[in-house]
């Protein structure tokens, strides 16, 4: 019998007080219960404020109020006096006639140097501070070998003179060990705080942050706060059909008009994996053994034929599209879409939605189960999109049409919905190594944050 366990969610709690939030302030950025909102509002009362409910914020720029006219918003910035300024302080005010530009600009700018920054470190920086440590960790393995072979020898020649120089030689081995402690002291030090700073530099990129894209040319990296860490440009106008990240951190996308797999490198795409003649590309799938899973579509008369195709570098590994007696493992339909998951026991997870179905295989390519959401007692018909699994081995994936996540265990039993965070036309799914959820909404565009599993 399938068990249905739930987990607590945090609680977002007002910026101004301790009590839970139910507006948020677009303008402002700021979390606010309902008693607060009033306070807010005379706080600062020339400026206008956009107050909406939690799950309806936007995560924006907030533009600051100028300091020369009250209830203005500076959303320009003065290249000629480095600040902020409002519309007014260009007409009429003490910075007419300056060059300006647009605080978003000035933004994105910093962003940009941000990254530059970013990548001399890594390139340049910590290659030389990894230099010096391997240089310094030679250079101790070579003083403890000679610290070895000098007291080897001292034995060697105690043994051959008389005993009344034993005590010189006594006096020579207790030089050489006091020296050699504290040269290694010294330099043991020094290794690790190398060790440390290259620990320091390495985490500048956090778990918390996701690979996004839509319905242009480019993809873009942002934290768990909204903020834009970087933006790639692809090859094709109209945006990608999907992106996955490699093993090594590498973005990888389908591009849209599904001629090739690309990966990015330094800023710059390179063609990764080109399809079979006939076949177009669609969606991707990283693994953990470093294989990519590609779903591919054709035309087959007015419908479309899907099929996955496992690949080893450049190389087709494996082909998923019939199961043993020759049938078509997945339904050719108006669609092509197959979004997939491999699960850490080598299961890979289908969403089949021209089927209205999830698909599982074993890493032979045999078909285990099929869920259509029956168990789930949905009021609508079950209607599978973005599919990822967890370090439980766990399956979660989209119901597009009930709003909701459905997780089930990796035989296919269902376990619970989640359908109590506002979600919206889920479509897009990923899950992080702590625990959470990012769901992408295809109609608002907006992505949600689920904390739905607890570290120990």
């Known amino acids: 019998m399938a068990s249905s366990t739930s987990w607590a969610q945090d609680v977002i709690t007002c910026d101004l007080c301790d009590k839970p939030t139910q507006q948020f302030c677009n303008s402002c950025q700021v979390n606010l219960c309902e008693t607060c909102v009033k306070k807010h509002r005379d706080e600062f009362k020339s400026l206008m404020h956009e107050i909406v409910p939690l799950l309806e914020r936007k995560i924006q720029l907030v533009f600051p109020e100028c300091r020369e006219h009250s209830g203005q918003r500076c959303e320009v910035n003065c290249k000629k006096c480095y600040e902020p300024v409002c519309v007014k302080c260009i007409g009429l005010g003490p910075h007419k006639g300056h060059d300006v530009e647009e605080l978003t600009e000035t933004y994105e700018k910093k962003i940009r140097k941000i990254k530059s920054d970013t990548e001399e470190i890594n390139a340049k920086i910590i290659p030389k501070y990894q230099k010096e440590d391997d240089k310094i960790g030679n250079t101790i393995s070579e003083n403890i070998s000679k610290i070895d072979d000098l007291g080897k020898e001292s034995k060697k020649l105690r043994q051959l003179w008389h005993q009344e120089v034993d005590n010189v030689f006594d006096k020579i081995d207790s030089l050489g060990q006091s020296l050699g402690e504290e040269n290694l002291n010294a330099l043991q030090g020094y290794h690790n705080k190398i060790r440390k700073l290259i620990s320091e530099m390495n985490e500048t990129v956090k778990e918390a942050e996701a690979w996004i894209y839509g319905e242009n040319e480019t993809i873009t990296r942002i ?110 339909g108006i669609y092509c879409s197959l979004l997939m998951s491999e699960n850490n026991n080598g299961d890979v997870c289908v969403s089949d939605a021209n089927a209205n179905t999830v698909v599982v ?70 899950a992080d190594s702590e625990g959470r959820l990012w769901v992408g909404s295809l109609n608002s565009g907006e992505i949600k944050v689920i904390q739905y599993l607890r570290n120990k």
């Open 361 to 430: 295989v074993d890493k032979t390519g045999r078909v285990r189960f099929r869920y259509d959401g029956t168990p789930a007692r949905r009021e609508k018909s079950f209607n599978p999109r973005g599919i990822v699994t967890d370090a439980l081995n766990q399956i979660i994936v989209a119901d597009y049409n009930n709003n909701c996540l459905h997780i089930l265990d990796q035989n296919g039993q269902f376990l619970r919905c989640v359908d109590d965070c506002g979600l919206g036309s889920p479509h897009g799914l990923s």
């Open 223 to 332: 934290d768990i706060q909204g903020t834009v860490r970087e933006i790639v440009t692809t090859t094709f106008h109209y945006g990608p059909n999907d992106i996955s990240v490699t093993r090594e951190r590498e973005l990888i996308y389908s591009d849209g008009n599904g001629r090739s797999v690309n990966i990015v490198r330094d800023g710059k795409s390179g063609i990764r994996i080109t399809p079979p003649r006939g076949w177009g590309l669609g969606k991707l799938c990283c693994t953990r053994s470093g294989n990519i899973l590609v779903h591919m579509c054709t035309r087959n008369g007015p419908l479309t034929k899907n099929k996955i195709i496992r690949y080893q570098e450049k190389n087709i590994k494996q082909e998923i599209s019939n199961d043993g007696q020759g049938n078509p493992i997945f339904k050719d």
